[in-house]
């Protein structure tokens, strides 16, 4: 089955860039997207196609995949980043959502 | 702008059935893709099926087996059904919409989720 890895954890001082990377076999084949989850909440897109921002989603988050790699960038990290974000995928092959298992972003 | 209301028991019985329904207001069932999503405690997220408001489906090929979704135009809502629960099922459960085209997808927006446990 299709995996997507993510790192368990990423620091970030504030007003600093945050990059949040999300490997997979060939993902960059693939269109890839983004989810923002806070504690208690439910996850929230922040990033679609590749490198579509939602509306009312900040210009300070955007997103890039290219050869086995998908990078979300979070420039000028504010305190209120500081979340849970998971990558997700489609996998055609085997007809199947696939999601990374989740980074979570700490800025301090 | 949308909204998704799932609704359904908190507590399962294992070897029974798991029944959800997700209520969409703000807008029409018809013409777009809804999902399940599922989150145990601290851990990740995991699909579990689409349907269309047509009634065709996917389903997640972990969970094929014990899956069923319906939906219901009339009323706006789509439903979940999972049988034979283990407490491996415990978890919060989601219902969102989808935009899917059959190489990309993404989940638009999302419940605010419904616990779940499966216990004796």
């Known amino acids: 089955s299709y995996e997507l890895t993510q790192p368990p954890s990423v620091s970030v001082s504030p007003g600093q860039t945050a990059s949040i990377t999300c490997s997979g076999d060939?993902?960059?084949?693939?269109?890839t997207c983004w989810y923002q989850q806070k504690p208690g909440q439910s996850p929230v897109l922040v990033i679609y196609?590749?490198?579509k921002r939602p509306s009312g989603i900040p210009e300070r988050f955007s997103g890039s995949n290219s050869g086995n790699t998908a990078t979300l960038t979070i420039s000028g990290t504010q305190a209120m980043d500081e979340a849970d974000y998971y990558c997700?995928?489609?996998?055609?092959?085997?007809?199947?959502?696939?999601f990374g298992g989740g980074t979570k972003l700490t800025v301090l | 702008q949308v909204q998704l209301q799932e609704s359904g028991p908190g507590l399962v019985k294992p070897s029974e059935t798991l029944s959800l329904t997700c209520t969409v207001s703000?807008?029409?069932?018809?013409?777009?893709?809804w999902s399940w999503i599922r989150q145990p405690a601290g851990k990740g997220l995991e699909w579990i099926g689409r349907?269309?408001?047509?009634?065709?489906?996917n389903y997640s090929p972990s969970l094929k087996s014990r899956v069923t979704m319906s939906v219901d135009t009339s009323k706006n809502q789509f439903s979940l059904r999972l049988s034979s629960v283990t407490a491996a099922d415990t978890a919060v459960y989601y219902c969102?919409?989808?935009?899917?085209?059959?190489?990309?997808?993404?989940?638009?927006?999302w419940g605010q989720g419904t616990l779940v446990t499966v216990s004796s």
């Open positions: 969102a919409r989808e935009s899917y085209s059959g190489s990309l997808n993404w989940f638009e927006s």
């Open positions: 703000g807008g029409s069932i018809s013409i777009y893709y």
């Open positions: 349907i269309y408001s047509s009634g065709s489906t």
């Open positions: 060939q993902l960059g084949n693939k269109y």
């Open positions: 196609q590749d490198n």
């Open positions: 997700q995928a489609w996998d055609s092959s085997t007809a199947n959502v696939v």
